[in-house]
């Protein structure tokens, strides 16, 4: 049975949430406050799988909670909850380390989609290759050490960025759709409807384009998707 930490001080939304993921048979722990939610998510004697973290919360946010848990090396699949429209919250909490976002209000059955597909994450990770290095243009990459260098420098990226690097890259100058990217880097079905894709490109062109606004190897293709040029071709 697999562990669900809620940390929300909202206690209606908190009883439905542990509502209905209890009829899909996870246990259900919940946190009221962000301390609460940090000691019963860096627990090592009963870990929970996943972690659905509110924003905004009291005694310690949303965002320190998941900056200390990234912080002790903690790699458990956090899903946070942010206000409509907040994109500002949104681009902080995945430059963190979040793996995905809702925005409240939002449907129980896309969040429990996006439960499952996190709680899977281990087993369909898209990143899993052999031990061997593999780059284009002046970025490297180790994919057994999940690891980034631009130039020789260490380039930073939460799971979800380094797990859609990959993916594009083993396209090898192809297009990936949105709904292609979103099944195969976050497992969800393609009746999903987010802006993740959109939002995690952003953050990888910030830290790996030398002019994020004009990319010269993640590109959009537009009214489709995203190709990576090795090559650096904007054709």
Do not use: C
Request: aromatic letters at 4%.
């Amino acid at each position: 049975m697999s562990r669900v930490l809620v940390v929300e001080d909202n206690t209606d939304l908190a009883y439905g949430l542990r509502n209905n993921l209890e009829i899909e048979g996870y246990e259900v722990v919940v946190a009221a406050d962000g301390e609460e939610g940090l000691r019963i998510g860096s627990q090592p004697s009963e870990p929970p799988d996943v972690i659905i973290l509110d924003l905004m919360l009291p005694k310690l946010d949303g965002f320190r909670v998941l900056s200390e848990l990234r912080r002790q090396g903690i790699g458990v699949p956090v899903l946070i909850l942010t206000a409509r429209g907040e994109e500002a919250d949104v681009v902080r909490g995945l430059r963190l380390g979040a793996d995905d976002y809702v925005t409240k209000p939002f449907g129980i059955l896309e969040l429990l989609a996006r439960v499952e597909a996190l709680l899977r994450r281990g087993a369909d990770d898209p990143a899993a290759e052999p031990e061997r290095l593999v780059g284009y243009g002046d970025v490297q990459i180790d994919l057994a050490a999940r690891t980034v260098h631009r130039k020789g420098s260490a380039v930073s990226l939460t799971p979800k960025e380094f797990d859609l690097l990959v993916t594009l890259l083993r396209r090898d100058g192809a297009v990936a759709s949105r709904v292609e990217l979103i099944q195969e880097v976050w497992g969800y079905p393609s009746s999903v409807v987010t802006r993740t894709v959109d939002t995690h490109i952003g953050e990888l062109r910030a830290k790996l384009e030398p002019d994020p606004a004009a990319p010269r190897h993640i590109l959009t293709v537009p009214r489709v998707g995203y190709r990576l040029a090795q090559d650096g071709s904007t054709n």
